[in-house]
């Protein structure tokens, strides 16, 4: 398939989520890519106790499990890895990386599983293949050439276990070096930097029981769930039954969020579903910090009216500081402001208000509607007012949920897997292992590549991921690559960040979650945590994709063997990952007695202080108000703000298939959301072939021939797919604090199609 066949067949958009064409899209899908038994094998030991964890999203898993505890993507998900397709030498002799540059992302990654490690040498147009020894002893070769730890980056993406990215820190370290950007940098950072200012700990407060079974209002903000966490949908429901409330906050009317048709229950599949969202505000792209100033407003105001009675002050005398200094803030708000950055009326704001005083308990979910521009860390400090204006944190149903992407994300985190992690972390990984691990901190995803750029990088190395295309400015990013001299990617499958390399290139196959992970001492599981701070095992069933590939573990204890000998114990890491678990309870809070306490079905729940007993562990102690000035980017007249999102057919850059069933779109992914009225105004129609045109300071960025779709969203907002949009996303716009890439905030303007 090329680009060419890129053909965007617009229909109407679908009210709800799932049901039958779902379910019936879904295997369709998994027998193809992987026969009959396969998928049952696999499906069915999905997200089970003694199952793997499905590899799609970070949601957590119910207590009363379903036979069938997945979703339509998670299932594609699995399907994809599970496929019994290969790449192998064969393919790699057949085609030259020049000739694989010009196929479309959809067909690098079809064609299946990687299945042996290849090699690109200086100047050479194929990749052909290496032994693993031979592999490993070229890269622990390269990184003691450099004469500064620091010219390596080792990047990671958010499928690692636990096990794997703590032994890859521990490299990385060992080395020398704190360069060890991942894409939370590109994802979740944002809502890490705000929590952690806040409350202190840069995660959610809440547990899925909070929301199933507790809480009475829940607000999703900046959130796609009947694509990105269909499973949410369940709990969703659960919730409404029991007489929860909804508030969906999102310029586009996502299907998840009207109405959803649960494929688990015979009713969900034949009937017409449950109502989800009780109230819809169409905020404009990044007019949430306004909307909540709004709302904290409201309530302050109504507080004063109903003497007192709104507002949990006796826990804000308690348990937070700077009440004060925000409330005089708030009272100097000005209605007009609020309303024309956030695009609706104040009576709009004051309903949703009447909402939060009639719950008791509240949860706000959010996902990457809120990270990705630059003022989110502002726009979750908003947040958590909200939330502590009415004592809506530690307690349950009530608290803050990010609502994770990656299903390994935050574990990997935890495992310090950060550029920038405490001293404390530092130094009781100096007590176990013996070494002085760098102070200094590392590069995050933005200054690696623009340390890549300037040709200070010797060594890229990633565990996972497909860097170039989920990177801002994509161009520039792949341009960078070349100035390295070896690239290596840890890999399941075949993507563009493998074509873009530098002087020398790896390619690494590795085991996938499905598969089993034989080493020394037996069969291995490993561990994950989810976006709700459970720790649990995950192992594989089936046999690996090929007799070569091996575990993301024992390739970076592999590498680590093959430049420090066995200083550290990487043999015995690799043997036996109960080792790596002893090693982790030792240095990681929360994971006493880990081997024992993971054993138990479900795993367990990492402490934390706001949610379990309001300690929080700020520097004054408590919960902290901040004072946020409402404000958004300023589009100039004749131009859109574009938000990227995710397709109902993709895997952040992994793409599926070429359709988006729930907003209508069929076929192609070159398509461009915009209001109708936008369209008419700039003599458009819907239909019409346009170019995108990134405005960032002077610098025009162009991503050509998307069609227009007239849109239910804003006046003045758009949207287009990630990654085909990555190219207009400046490398220089990023979120203040967490340096998060704006992708959600881009002042673009639309130019008819050559
Ligand atoms: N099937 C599938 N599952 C996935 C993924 C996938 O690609 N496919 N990706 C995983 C990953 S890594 C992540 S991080 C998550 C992502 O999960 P989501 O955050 O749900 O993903 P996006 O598609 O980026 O959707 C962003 C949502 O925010 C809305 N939005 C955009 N701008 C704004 C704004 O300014 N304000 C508000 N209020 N809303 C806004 C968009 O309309 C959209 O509904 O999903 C994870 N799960
Ligand atoms: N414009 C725009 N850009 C974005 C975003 C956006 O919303 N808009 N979202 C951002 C977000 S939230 C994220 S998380 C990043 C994602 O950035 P990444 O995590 O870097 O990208 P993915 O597409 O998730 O990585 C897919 C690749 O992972 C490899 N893979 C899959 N499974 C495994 C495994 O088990 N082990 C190993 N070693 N490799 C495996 C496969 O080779 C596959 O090609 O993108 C970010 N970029
Ligand atoms: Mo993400």
Same mark, same amino acid.
Request: include cysteine.
């Given at each position: 398939?090329?680009?060419?066949?890129?053909?965007?067949?617009?229909?109407?958009?679908?009210?709800?989520?799932?049901?039958?064409?779902?379910?019936?899209?879904?295997?369709?899908?998994?027998?193809?890519?992987?026969?009959?038994?396969?998928?049952?094998?696999?499906?069915?030991?999905?997200?089970?106790?003694?199952?793997?964890?499905?590899?799609?999203?970070?949601?957590?898993?119910?207590?009363?499990?379903?036979?069938?505890?997945?979703?339509?993507?998670?299932?594609?998900? =699995?399907?994809?890895? *599970?496929?019994?397709?290969?790449?192998?030498?064969?393919?790699?002799?057949?085609?030259? &990386?020049?000739?694989?540059?010009?196929?479309?992302?959809?067909?690098?990654?079809?064609?299946?599983?990687?299945?042996?490690?290849?090699?690109?040498?200086?100047?050479?147009?194929?990749?052909?293949?290496?032994?693993?020894?031979?592999?490993?002893?070229?890269?622990?070769?390269?990184?003691?050439?450099?004469?500064?730890?620091?010219?390596?980056?080792?990047?990671?993406?958010?499928?690692?276990?636990?096990?794997?990215?703590?032994?890859?820190?521990?490299?990385?370290?060992?080395?020398?070096?704190?360069?060890?950007?991942?894409?939370?940098?590109?994802?979740?950072?944002?809502?890490?930097?705000?929590?952690?200012?806040?409350?202190?700990?840069?995660?959610?407060?809440?547990?899925?029981?909070?929301?199933?079974?507790?809480?009475? $209002?829940?607000?999703?903000?900046?959130?796609?769930?009947?694509?990105?966490?269909?499973?949410?949908?369940?709990? %969703?429901?659960?919730?409404?039954?029991?007489?929860?409330?909804?508030?969906?906050?999102?310029?586009?009317?996502? *299907?998840?969020?009207?109405?959803?048709?649960?494929?688990?229950?015979?009713?969900?599949?034949?009937?017409?579903?449950?109502?989800?969202?009780?109230?819809?505000?169409?905020?404009?792209?990044?007019?949430?910090?306004?909307?909540?100033?709004?709302?904290?407003?409201?309530?302050?105001?109504?507080?004063?009216?109903?003497?007192?009675? =709104?507002?949990?002050?006796?826990?804000?005398?308690?348990?937070?500081?700077?009440?004060?200094?925000?409330?005089?803030?708030?009272?100097? %708000?000005?209605?007009?402001?609020?309303?024309?950055?956030?695009?609706?009326?104040?009576?709009?704001?004051?309903?949703?208000?009447?909402?939060?005083?009639?719950?008791?308990?509240?949860?706000?979910?959010?996902?990457?509607? %809120?990270?990705?521009?630059?003022?989110?860390?502002?726009?979750?400090?908003?947040?958590?007012?909200?939330?502590?204006?009415?004592?809506?944190?530690?307690?349950?149903?009530?608290?803050?949920?990010?609502?994770?992407?990656?299903?390994?994300?935050?574990?990997?985190?935890?495992?310090?897997?950060?550029?920038?992690?405490?001293?404390?972390?530092?130094?009781?990984?100096?007590?176990?292992?013996?070494?002085?691990?760098?102070?200094?901190?590392?590069?995050?995803?933005?200054?690696?590549?623009?340390? +890549?750029?300037?040709?200070?990088? @010797?060594?890229?190395?990633?565990?996972?991921?497909?860097?170039?295309?989920?990177?801002?400015?994509?161009?520039?990013?792949?341009?960078? +690559?070349?100035?390295?001299?070896?690239?290596?990617?840890?890999?399941?499958?075949?993507?563009?960040?493998?074509?873009?390399?530098?002087?020398?290139?790896?390619?690494?196959?590795?085991?996938?979650?499905?598969?089993?992970?034989?080493?020394?001492?037996?069969?291995?599981?490993?561990?994950?945590?989810?976006?709700?701070?459970?720790?649990?095992?995950?192992?594989?069933?089936?046999?690996?994709?090929?007799?070569?590939?091996?575990?993301?573990?024992?390739?970076?204890?592999?590498?680590?063997?093959?430049?420090?000998?066995?200083?550290?114990?990487?043999?015995? +890491?690799?043997?036996?990952?109960?080792?790596?678990?002893?090693?982790?309870?030792?240095?990681?809070?929360?994971?006493?007695?880990?081997?024992?306490? =993971?054993?138990?079905?479900?795993?367990?729940?990492?402490?934390?202080?706001?949610?379990?007993?309001?300690?929080?562990?700020?520097?004054?102690?408590?919960?902290?108000?901040?004072?946020?000035?409402?404000?958004?980017?300023?589009?100039?007249?004749?131009?859109?703000?574009?938000?990227?999102?995710?397709?109902?057919?993709?895997?952040?850059?992994?793409?599926?298939?070429?359709?988006?069933?729930?907003?209508?779109?069929?076929?192609?992914?070159?398509? &461009?959301?915009?209001?109708?009225?936008?369209?008419?105004?700039?003599?458009? *129609?819907?239909? @019409?072939?346009? @170019? $995108?045109?990134?405005?960032?300071?002077?610098?025009?960025?162009?991503?050509?021939?998307?069609?227009?779709?007239?849109?239910?969203?804003?006046?003045?907002?758009?949207?287009?797919?990630?990654?085909?949009?990555?190219?207009?996303?400046?490398?220089?716009?990023?979120?203040?604090?967490?340096?998060?890439?704006?992708?959600?905030?881009?002042?673009?303007?639309?130019?008819?199609?050559?």
């Amino acid at each position: 398939m090329t680009d060419d066949a890129d053909s965007p067949k617009v229909g109407r958009p679908k009210k709800s989520a799932v049901g039958i064409p779902g379910i019936a899209h879904s295997l369709q899908y998994a027998l193809t890519e992987m026969g009959p038994v396969r998928t049952a094998k696999t499906l069915l030991k999905m997200n089970h106790i003694d199952g793997f964890d499905c590899p799609s999203c970070a949601w957590p898993d119910p207590d009363r499990r379903k036979a069938a505890e997945f979703c339509e993507n998670g299932a594609k998900a =699995v399907a994809w890895e *599970a496929t019994r397709k290969r790449v192998g030498p064969e393919f790699f002799a057949a085609n030259s &990386v020049a000739e694989l540059l010009e196929q479309p992302d959809h067909w690098l990654e079809y064609n299946g599983r990687l299945t042996e490690p290849m090699y690109l040498a200086p100047d050479a147009t194929h990749y052909t293949p290496i032994s693993w020894d031979a592999a490993l002893a070229l890269t622990a070769d390269r990184l003691r050439a450099m004469d500064d730890p620091n010219r390596a980056v080792f990047y990671t993406s958010g499928r690692a276990s636990n096990e794997a990215a703590f032994v890859y820190q521990l490299l990385a370290r060992r080395l020398g070096t704190n360069n060890l950007p991942d894409c939370s940098n590109m994802c979740h950072e944002s809502s890490g930097a705000a929590l952690g200012q806040t409350i202190g700990i840069g995660k959610g407060t809440v547990t899925l029981p909070d929301i199933a079974d507790q809480a009475d $209002l829940i607000v999703i903000v900046g959130q796609n769930p009947g694509t990105n966490h269909p499973r949410m949908l369940t709990s %969703l429901e659960d919730a409404k039954k029991r007489g929860a409330k909804i508030v969906a906050i999102n310029p586009l009317p996502e *299907a998840g969020l009207v109405k959803f048709r649960n494929p688990q229950t015979p009713r969900g599949l034949a009937g017409p579903g449950t109502k989800l969202a009780d109230r819809f505000l169409s905020v404009r792209v990044n007019g949430d910090l306004a909307l909540f100033a709004g709302a904290n407003r409201a309530l302050l105001e109504r507080d004063d009216a109903a003497l007192g009675t =709104v507002l949990d002050h006796d826990f804000i005398a308690r348990y937070s500081d700077g009440f004060d200094e925000a409330a005089t803030h708030w009272r100097g %708000l000005d209605w007009a402001t609020i309303e024309a950055q956030c695009g609706l009326r104040r009576k709009q704001i004051e309903d949703f208000v009447s909402d939060v005083i009639a719950a008791d308990k509240i949860i706000v979910c959010w996902a990457m509607g %809120l990270t990705q521009h630059r003022n989110a860390v502002a726009t979750i400090r908003e947040i958590v007012n909200f939330l502590l204006l009415r004592g809506n944190i530690g307690r349950p149903g009530a608290g803050a949920a990010p609502i994770r992407g990656h299903s390994n994300v935050q574990g990997d985190r935890t495992m310090g897997i950060w550029e920038r992690m405490p001293d404390t972390f530092l130094d009781k990984l100096q007590a176990e292992f013996g070494f002085d691990p760098p102070r200094e901190h590392g590069w995050d995803t933005v200054n690696a590549i623009r340390a +890549m750029r300037d040709g200070q990088v @010797d060594v890229f190395f990633a565990l996972g991921g497909n860097f170039v295309a989920a990177t801002p400015d994509a161009e520039v990013t792949a341009a960078s +690559m070349a100035n390295c001299k070896l690239t290596v990617h840890v890999a399941t499958k075949l993507n563009r960040s493998h074509l873009h390399h530098g002087r020398e290139a790896l390619l690494l196959p590795c085991l996938g979650r499905t598969e089993r992970d034989h080493q020394a001492s037996g069969e291995q599981f490993v561990t994950v945590e989810d976006s709700m701070s459970m720790v649990h095992s995950s192992i594989g069933r089936l046999a690996p994709g090929s007799p070569h590939l091996r575990s993301e573990v024992a390739i970076v204890t592999g590498l680590g063997l093959a430049l420090f000998g066995e200083d550290v114990g990487w043999g015995e +890491m690799r043997d036996d990952y109960r080792t790596i678990r002893e090693h982790i309870e030792h240095v990681v809070p929360g994971f006493h007695a880990f081997e024992e306490r =993971v054993a138990h079905p479900g795993g367990f729940i990492l402490p934390s202080g706001p949610r379990d007993s309001r300690t929080f562990p700020t520097a004054t102690g408590k919960a902290r108000f901040t004072v946020n000035p409402p404000d958004t980017v300023t589009v100039p007249d004749g131009h859109l703000l574009l938000q990227t999102v995710r397709s109902h057919d993709q895997f952040n850059t992994t793409v599926y298939g070429l359709d988006d069933r729930y907003r209508g779109i069929k076929g192609g992914r070159r398509v &461009v959301f915009v209001n109708a009225d936008d369209l008419r105004q700039f003599g458009l *129609a819907d239909g @019409d072939i346009v @170019d $995108l045109i990134s405005v960032w300071r002077d610098e025009e960025r162009r991503a050509k021939a998307f069609r227009a779709v007239a849109y239910d969203t804003p006046p003045g907002c758009a949207a287009a797919y990630f990654p085909e949009a990555n190219v207009l996303v400046p490398l220089d716009s990023t979120a203040e604090t967490s340096n998060t890439p704006t992708s959600k905030s881009i002042v673009i303007r639309l130019e008819r199609s050559a």
